[in-house]
């Protein structure tokens, strides 16, 4: 118990009153972040599912869907930095306990996110096959996976929208209805992919199209759920307009001081992703498929850190907004400690395991072969990704997130790209060079991001 002991979390950061148990403090960090976790792990998990329905479509029809990841989630970004900037600033009202701004910050979110979505499905929509084939697209994918991609993003408005409600929950603490909203949508997802892919039941065939179209039904659900989570008079977050439909300079520039930041840090992640995705894509469809089941289950660690750090944005959003920089310092340390113990199980997984969930996505000697190198490289990664994610949650909770963009910028948006492009070619180590190019990556943002937790500068910012 040494690894939770409360003097060693606490450090050099002086208690500012009194310290609940560990007990305490472990059980409302884990309450917080199973739902997240669990929510996650099932969105990474069907996400494979997805993949494996489309694999039965042959080796092109993933690489064509994994084609479209980078540019749809660069399109997602904006969104993603506002709703950072949503669930910490929620955290922070609910810590001071004022509801009506908490209530003010949600509707000019969602009023900002479908002005934004309008513009960025249509700039998606209508360029699709430039942005695909800046990309990496070949001849025997682009036709695919442009069709994929215009009709993921010609639908996003039910994403953004459940997006944004379901920041403010969690900010709120209510990620259950988070969970609760994405696991309705991902089921919804799997049960259409087998309607649409292969034409069951008297549906059409429709192959990636029909993928596309489930992935749009889903998030239809999702927002009617979480429109509905805020429909409740009673609860703390509650959907009103009682004063009119428009913009409030003051609730707008506290959006945009964290939202800011973390929309730089989103496009500077977004960006070295998609050349690194490019640099990839290059090496070969074969390459590039196996790269992208490789991804696909380390997406499932990812998952973990991912609920890890809502619950940080959360607590230590909340913690700060009571003046406890120790409480923030303590939830913060623990969610990283319950990072590690998480890092152990995955690496025993992927170890043991990672090989047959392969064979689920191809039987391609081709694509197999790469497996050999990948999946001792997920093991390692694994401790690097599940960790630094959680720490950055934390920082980008207590408004850190200039810092964090400068994260990004360096270990994602330099140092990635640059190590990926001279393994894979100059020194000709093709995918393998690309695998530890990622590990480099990892291994920065864990070490800055680390550095900067312990440091405890961050308890400092307003917001």
Known sequence: MQLFCVDRLLGKTPACGEIPSLRGLFLTT???????ITESFLIALVSMVDTIMVSSLGTEAIASVGLT???????????VSLNVAVSAIVARRL???????????????????????AIVSAVCVFFADPILRFAGSAPDTHAEAAAYFRIVMGGMVFNTLSLVINAAQRGAG?????????????????????LLIGGNFGFPRL?????????????????????????????FLHLRFSGGLHFERKTLRSIASIGTSTLTEQLCMRFGFLVYAIIVARLGTAEFAAHQIGTNQMS???AIGDGLSVAGIALVGRSLGQNRPDLAKLYGSIAQRMAVCFSCLYAIFFLTLGYYVFLLFSRDEAVLAYSSFIIPFMAVITFLQISSTTLLG??????????????????????????????????GLGLLGAWLGLTVDQVLRLVLSMHRFRSGRWANRTV
């Open 30 to 36: 884990f309450h917080l972040a199973w739902p997240s």
């Open 69 to 79: 990841t980078q540019p749809r989630l660069i399109g997602l970004s904006i969104f």
């Open 95 to 117: 810590g001071q306990n004022d509801r009506e701004d908490a209530n003010r910050v949600l509707v000019q979110a969602m009023l900002i996110t479908l002005a934004l979505t």
């Open 174 to 194: 209510n990620t259950k209805i988070a969970m609760r909203t994405n696991l309705t949508s991902n089921l919804v997802n799997v049960f259409f992919n087998y």
């Open 207 to 235: 192959g990636i199209r029909g993928a596309a179209i489930a992935t749009v039904i889903g998030t239809v659900f999702a927002c009617v759920m979480s429109l509905r989570s805020v429909s409740h008079p009673e609860k």
């Open 300 to 302: 499932l660690s990812f």
């Open 394 to 427: 934390c920082l980008r909770g207590a408004g850190d997130t200039s810092y964090t963009a400068i994260i990004s910028l360096i270990s994602i948006g330099v140092v990635r790209p640059i190590c990926g492009w001279v393994l894979c070619y100059p020194l």
